[in-house]
Nanobody, 122 residues
């Protein structure tokens, strides 16, 4: 059993900052890629940023230069530092992780957090 728990969402004015955290727990052998997705009102879920276990990162064009993804492998935690927030960044942010559980060999499964609301007012 694996759980991803997000925290750090909230209401912020445009231009402000928020930091999201996502901690994975359970029968974890190894975590491969981790990432953040978001779903705005009336929109499809989209990738915001991702990071490999080695620290390589990837960003959506809309957030590059404003958001920074990082991870602490010892704590099984991924972070998303969001600066210069815009109203269009509003949405539910979901943590995602590719995890190999204990006893699963090389087989990995994808897990999702429950989501955390980010609202940016203009």
């Amino acid at each position: 059993q694996v759980h991803l728990v997000e925290s750090g969402g909230g209401l912020v004015q445009a231009g402000g900052s928020l930091r999201l955290s996502c901690a994975a727990s359970g029968s974890i052998f190894r975590i491969n890629d981790m990432g953040w997705y978001r779903q705005g009102p009336g929109k499809q879920r989209e990738l915001v940023a991702s990071t490999t276990s080695g620290g390589s990162t990837n960003y959506a064009d809309s957030v590059a230069g404003r958001f920074t993804i990082s991870r602490d492998n010892a704590k099984n935690t991924v972070y998303l530092q969001m600066n210069s927030l815009k109203p269009e960044d509003t949405g539910v942010y979901y943590c995602n992780a590719e995890i190999v559980t204990i006893g699963a060999g090389r087989y990995q499964s994808v897990y999702w957090g429950q989501g955390t609301q980010v609202t940016v007012s203009s």
